[in-house]
């Protein structure tokens, strides 16, 4: 047993650095008074609306890699403690710590030793006997391999409810200076397969009520920011693509963690969390509310205002669409009005069908008034900020902020 714990503490520290690990979205029925259920609400690293925590084993199955990947703590030359699981290991764990309470699913992933497809075959592996020798139920999200056959691609998106295949840097440019032995088209060409293969399978499945399920919670991937020079804008066009083309549910971003001193990334004192943080914002503006890449970032501005939100930066650069009537504007502009949220704008536009809304309404819609005031016009909201600069604008607006947070400081 210390045996296996020793090789737990080192697979579970080296998973740390794969952000692509939450998941939603499945529906793999419990059948039969088998393990776990990931029916539902599914299982993701948060917690849930009840404050219930659920959470997944986060394992490698090996830091072995034949890979030199300048931005990886596992690549061959890195002088780190290395482990393996067996097949039966990483099963054993997995029902056991479910059996304990301590997770709800797993989360497979692993360095590449021998070559993809050994790899691969042994992580298949794992989520078959899972499935068909202890009747799990739970929740099952595998690495796709990079450059793994089509048969075990296959027969992953079968027993797994979520695949990803990590694409890592934004360009092939940089990809092939920081890991030069790998190719994109052997991380895009598994994606394709994996989204036609699930395309194909859909549209048979209502002829086939008896199919198997074939990957029900989808495609995600990940890709490491500030590790290669690639712009904001850049990161959310292949993102976008990804979205588009690819079907992926999720693209995760790693702010880059210097791991090691090497020519091919930038010599970081610490992780570019803001700039993550601020790409995952743009992520969500483009996913749902309805924002293009362009209007987000484009050529001519190309990076992300670190010092405010996204959507606060396209409103202050488009003032000539603001303020915006709330009782007459579409969904879509209201939308785009900061602090106004998803279900905000969706109470918004039902409310105002039985009644003209004013500043007291939408307080208790929920809508946040000390950043949207300054972008709307309602009943009891005196607004005379149209003389006021985009300058001075964002200046009130962060002055306002800071405010609130020195008296929360100094309060809590």
């Known amino acids: 047993m210390s045996k296996i714990f020793e090789k737990l503490k080192v697979l579970a520290d080296a998973a740390k650095y794969d952000a692509s690990c939450a998941s939603s979205g499945s529906k793999r029925f419990n059948q039969n008074k088998g393990l776990g259920n990931a029916e539902g609400m599914g299982i993701c690293h948060s917690y849930t609306e009840d404050g219930r925590c659920v959470s997944l084993l986060k394992i490698l199955f090996t830091n072995h890699c034949i890979y030199d990947c300048a931005y990886c703590v596992s690549r061959r030359s890195n002088d780190v403690r290395r482990a393996a699981f ?233 003032r000539h669409l603001f303020p915006v009537d709330i009782n007459q504007a579409d969904y879509e502009m209201i939308l785009r009005i900061p602090g106004v949220g998803v279900k905000s704008a969706q109470k918004i536009v039902s409310s105002r069908i039985y009644q003209k809304l004013n500043i007291d309404h939408l307080q208790r819609i929920g809508v946040v008034m000390k950043r949207a005031r300054y972008f709307i016009k309602c009943p009891g909201l005196y607004n005379a900020n149209s003389d006021i600069s985009s300058k001075d604008l964002r200046s009130l607006i962060l002055s306002g902020e800071q405010q609130n947070s020195l008296q929360l400081a100094l309060f809590s």
């Open 86 to 318: 067996t097949v039966e290991e990483v099963v054993d764990l997995t029902i056991n710590f479910y059996r304990r309470n301590y997770i709800e699913g797993l989360f497979l992933s692993s360095g590449i030793f021998k070559n993809p497809d050994y790899t691969m075959e042994r992580l298949v592996r794992v989520a078959k006997q899972l499935r068909l020798n202890h009747n799990f139920h739970g929740y099952i999200h595998l690495k796709a391999i990079p450059g793994a056959s089509p048969e075990l691609l296959k027969e992953a998106g079968l027993y797994a409810d979520r695949l990803s295949v990590n694409i890592e840097l934004p360009s092939e440019t940089s990809l092939q200076k920081v890991a030069p032995e790998k190719q994109y088209r052997d991380i895009l060409g598994p994606m394709n397969y994996l989204k036609e293969e699930k395309e194909e399978r859909s549209d048979h499945r209502p002829q086939r009520s008896k199919t198997q399920l074939f990957l029900p919670a989808g495609q995600s991937t990940q890709m490491i920011v500030g590790a290669s020079p690639e712009s904001d804008y850049q990161v959310l066009r292949l993102a976008d693509s990804l979205y588009q083309r690819q079907k992926l549910k999720r693209v995760y971003y790693s702010g880059y963690i210097p791991i090691a001193t090497d020519n091919r990334v930038p010599a970081l004192k610490a992780p570019p969390l803001i700039r993550e943080n601020r790409v995952y914002q743009a992520d969500w503006l483009m996913r749902f509310y309805q924002f293009s890449v362009d209007e987000i970032v484009n050529e001519a501005t190309p990076n992300l205002d670190l010092d405010i939100d996204p959507k606060l930066s396209y409103a202050l650069r488009n």
